[in-house]
Structure formats: structure tokens, C-alpha cells
């Protein structure tokens, strides 16, 4: 069964400091993988999206990792802001069956100031 | 066109009534896919579409649930007799194929069945 597993399920940061979140997953065959951030209430907005071949990407100070060999995938935020609340949700893509996403369960960030 | 519009944004119904809900996704996108998310867990697939032919359903959908893309554009997802337990959020989205950047959400309908 393709899966998506995320740890932690929850973490409280304080402003201004990193954190990182991770990713394990078992879909396969392997289209890129994509994180996702979602406001409470909100539809899922992409944050970064890599295939097979690319192992690092930063969208300002988000940067995520991929590792496709072990299928574990990270993102890491710097400097968090209180507007970094929110859940983070790792999601794979199939090359099969029209590009359909596999989500994981999402991470829940909270930055208190 | 900015963006994937879903309406109503929210939904509340009694058990056993039926809901219809609107997804217009992107214009240029020919695929549109449903998805529900429950509380504090990541989206669930339930079907999708490329233009009007719906190419994949998921267990999930079960026979109260039927969607329809009559035109290849917007789309309607309708729920008979609904439970308690098909509460939650209702996501739409919209891509291109050979274009994952494109990959885009709606804000969802939260439907609360009481």
C-alpha cells in the first residue's frame, strides 16, 4: 500500500528559530514529491515540488531535502515567523493513475512569540 | 482567473439531506480531482476527472457519492442522504498534465453534517 508517514505530528517553536520536519514514504512508482503548507480552514498551498533527480530545494526560508534513495524527504524552516503556524503536509505524486497525490497525515507547526 | 474556486465555503446540513458542491478550477486545466480531509489528518483521494471522462473513482466513494464534469470545466460533487461521518472538508483541484507546478487547490467546503 502507498503510504506517507510524517513525524512529528506536532511542534511548538519559538519565533525566530528552525525547525525541521520529515518525511518517509513507500509510493511507488515515484513521480516528485511536494510539500504543502495549509492554513487551518484553507485549501493545501505548494511550497516545493522535486523529482527523482533534484535533492534540494528552498522557496525563501523553506528548503527541503530529498533523499529517494532511502525515500525520506525533510523540510526545514528558518527564522520562523508566527505567520510559519500551520500544518505541513508531505505529498507524493504516482506516474500512474493520472498524477493522483499521496498525502501524508501533515505536521502541525505552532510559533509563539 | 486567478485561481481553483470551490462554493459554498462552508455547508451545513441535516442528516439525511442531500449537498451539492461546485469546483471551477483553473481554465487551462483539463484534470480536476476531488479530495476530503478530515480533522487533523491530510487529504483523501476520491476521484478524478481528465475533461468530462472521470478516470478514477476510490473506494472511498462509496454509491451516496457521485460527481460529475458534464462539460470538461466546472465540476459538482453531490452527496445523498448524508451521515454524520461525511463531515469534512471537500478539497478540488485542478492540473495540467505534464505540468505539476500547475497542481493547484481550492479553499475547500467544510460541510458539517448534524
Known amino acids: 500500500k502507498n503510504q506517507v508517514e510524517q513525524s512529528p505530528q506536532s511542534l511548538i517553536i519559538l519565533e525566530g528559530k528552525n525547525c525541521t520536519l520529515q518525511c518517509n514514504y513507500t509510493v511507488s512508482p515515484f513521480s516528485n514529491l511536494r510539500w504543502y503548507k495549509q492554513d487551518t480552514g484553507r485549501g493545501p498551498v505548494s511550497l516545493t515540488i522535486m523529482t527523482f533527480s533534484e535533492n534540494t530545494k528552498s522557496n525563501g526560508r523553506y528548503t527541503a531535502t530529498l533523499d529517494a534513495d532511502t525515500k525520506q524527504s525533510s523540510l526545514h524552516i528558518t527564522a520562523s515567523q508566527l505567520s510559519d503556524s500551520a500544518s505541513y503536509i508531505c505529498?507524493?505524486?504516482?506516474?500512474?493513475?493520472?498524477?493522483?497525490?499521496?498525502f501524508g497525515g501533515g505536521t502541525r507547526v505552532l510559533v509563539k512569540p | 482567473d486567478t485561481g481553483v474556486s470551490q462554493d459554498p465555503r462552508h455547508k451545513i446540513t441535516k442528516r439525511g439531506q442531500n449537498v451539492t458542491f461546485r469546483c471551477d478550477p483553473i481554465s487551462e486545466h483539463n484534470r480536476l480531482y476531488w479530495y476530503r480531509q478530515t480533522l487533523g489528518q491530510g487529504p483523501e483521494f476520491l476521484t478524478y476527472?481528465?475533461?468530462?471522462?472521470?478516470?478514477?473513482k476510490s473506494r472511498l466513494l462509496s454509491d451516496r457519492f457521485s460527481a460529475e464534469r458534464p462539460k470538461g470545466s466546472f465540476s459538482t460533487l453531490e452527496i445523498q442522504r448524508t451521515e454524520q461521518g461525511d463531515s469534512a472538508m471537500y478539497l478540488c483541484?485542478?492540473?495540467?498534465?505534464?505540468?505539476?507546478?500547475?497542481?493547484?487547490f481550492g479553499s475547500g467546503t467544510r460541510l458539517t453534517v448534524v
Open positions: 483541484a485542478s492540473s495540467s498534465p505534464g505540468t505539476d507546478y500547475g497542481y493547484t
Open positions: 505529498v507524493v505524486s504516482t506516474e500512474a493513475a493520472g498524477n493522483k497525490l499521496t
Open positions: 476527472f481528465q475533461n468530462e471522462a472521470q478516470l478514477e
